[in-house]
């Protein structure tokens, strides 16, 4: 009998089901009325009394691992009939790439693409700067407006510690780091204290270029934007550069382009003129250079700055600055990109 049990153990211990009917088979076969567990049972008044003991410990203990036996592959079998039932197999990986790319990381891709092909690598620094990097080094006169709490949101006072309010804190650090020549852009996220609205964030996206070598002169700057806007805009896009002034270029200059929407004719969007702005840029002042540590009598060079949301603004013809920043699938969904 002992011989008996211990069979039905292994069997027991090795059975595997394929369906719920095979497991119900199963069940019969050891625990219906005249399953072998209940005939073991029956062979029992059989035993000898010195061995009842250790019998009666054995059949139990087979029951038991039958009874285990069933509930296990039963939970098993009928996880599996579920994931067919959905169709869904949760485990498979992932095909394909969930989603799409944000309309300003596929306009951010396109712009490093850009100046990558003709030499410009890419350079990222902390989002949270000190005074130095975001305006000492870049020649803001210690009174400037653009310190002001009006623009800048300041987190620690003496020392000033603030948001970024460009990525030209970035161009600041590279100059420190590495010698001349230098040819690199920055792009990243900067801050404002500005109120929201269609055309103001707080938080909105930059990328800033600079260009450092012996003799570098406004031709090499007026012909790399004038390559940029052709690239990002369209081969019959013209460009035109403005006087202006920042504290960091010397001559400075905004670039406008023929508007991409009415082709120059006049629209609402370059409110008639023909014309939209798309940059800041001039030569780095000297003094830029020499609180970088580089020679300024050796050594010339171009920067610009231009806002990402901007730029994909006129590509994609979206008037309201804030959809980029809401997340509404229904907007997000329109962008496709080929990677
Ligand atoms: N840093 C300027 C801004 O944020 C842009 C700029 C960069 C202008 C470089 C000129 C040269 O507005």
Not at 13 to 29: G, H, P, T, V, Y
Request: aromatic share 10%; glycine share 6%.
């Amino acid at each position: 009998m002992k011989n008996k049990i211990e069979k039905y153990l292994t069997e027991v211990q090795s059975f595997e089901a394929n369906s719920l009917e095979q497991l119900e088979a199963f069940r019969i076969k050891f625990l219906s009325k005249k399953g072998l567990v209940p005939l073991l049972f029956a062979d029992f008044k059989l035993v000898a009394p010195e061995d009842r003991k250790e019998m009666g410990q054995l059949i139990n203990s087979l029951k038991t691992a039958v009874q285990e036996k069933i509930i296990t592959l039963k939970q098993l079998l009928e996880n599996q009939t579920d994931k067919q039932a959905s169709g869904l197999d949760l485990s498979l990986p992932a095909t394909g790439s969930p989603g799409t790319r944000h309309p300003l990381s596929i306009v951010r891709n396109e712009i490093i693409d850009i100046f990558s092909r003709i030499g410009f690598t890419v350079s990222e620094g902390p989002e949270i700067e000190d005074d130095f990097h975001n305006f000492t080094a870049l020649n803001f006169p210690p009174n400037h407006p653009a310190r002001d709490m009006q623009d800048t949101f300041f987190i620690e006072k003496d020392p000033d510690i603030a948001l970024r309010t460009h990525t030209s804190s970035v161009q600041v650090r590279v100059m420190e780091s590495s010698e001349a020549p230098i040819r690199t852009i920055s792009p990243g996220r900067v801050f404002r204290n500005e109120a929201i609205s269609a055309r103001a964030h707080c938080i909105f996206h930059q990328v800033e270029g600079l260009y450092i070598d012996t003799d570098v002169s406004f031709a090499d700057l007026k012909h790399t934007l004038f390559y940029f806007a052709k690239e990002m805009f369209g081969e019959t896009t013209k460009t035109r550069f403005r006087p202006s002034y920042f504290p960091f270029t010397e001559p400075s200059a905004e670039m406008d382009i023929s508007c991409n929407i009415c082709g120059g004719k006049g629209c609402n969007i370059c409110k008639y003129t023909g014309w939209v702005e798309i940059l800041g840029c001039g030569m780095v002042d000297p003094n830029v250079l020499e609180a970088c540590r580089i020679d300024s009598k050796k050594f010339t060079g171009f920067a610009f700055g231009m806002g990402i949301e901007r730029i994909a603004m006129l590509k994609y013809q979206i008037n309201d600055l804030r959809l980029f920043f809401e997340n509404d699938l229904r907007f997000l969904r329109q962008f496709v990109s080929a990677e």
